[in-house]
């Protein structure tokens, strides 16, 4: 059934694909998009009923994969990144000293970004290790908003472990 799944996905990938581009409105997106549906297709071969329409259960599969990645950015208040440099993610106008040096060592550093999960961690690492962000997506195979938000909540997590380390001490 796989093998027969995979040959009917190949048949349909050029209007997949049009479709998603139509949906996302630029290449990479469109690419994460009929990647994440041709991935949830094969998953989910056994649910396909043979002698049906396997376009159409392609082509909801996509619209409703696009309509629940839509909503969870709704949700998050983001719709599209127009951040103008890569290097900040919402810097604002001011400025942080960052004592970070000074107040962690390195091997403390390394047992806190142990714990992120592993979506987390090699973006984060990336990040600390001067790459700049569109390098880290283009390495990561990621899009560029994707990357940007798991170093920011990476960022977010490390703060939050550090104090609670340090209030146990304390």
Known sequence: MVKEIYKLLEEVEPTLR???????????????????????????????????????????????????????KVRRGVILDQTPNNYYINSGDRTVENDAEMNISYRDLLKLVSKLPEDFKRPFWMAYKGYKYDEIAEELNAPLGTI???????????????????????
């Open 18 to 72: 049009a479709f998603a581009l139509k949906l996302t409105g630029n290449e990479q997106d469109a690419n994460d998009l009929f990647q994440d549906t041709a991935y949830r297709i094969m998953s989910n071969a056994e649910k396909f009923k043979p002698n049906t329409n396997f376009k159409a259960w392609a082509v909801t599969i996509m619209r409703n994969i696009f309509i629940n990645n839509y909503r969870k």
């Open 148 to 170: 940007k938000s798991r170093i920011f909540f990476a960022r977010r997590k490390l703060r939050k472990m550090y104090e609670e380390q340090n209030r146990v001490r304390a």
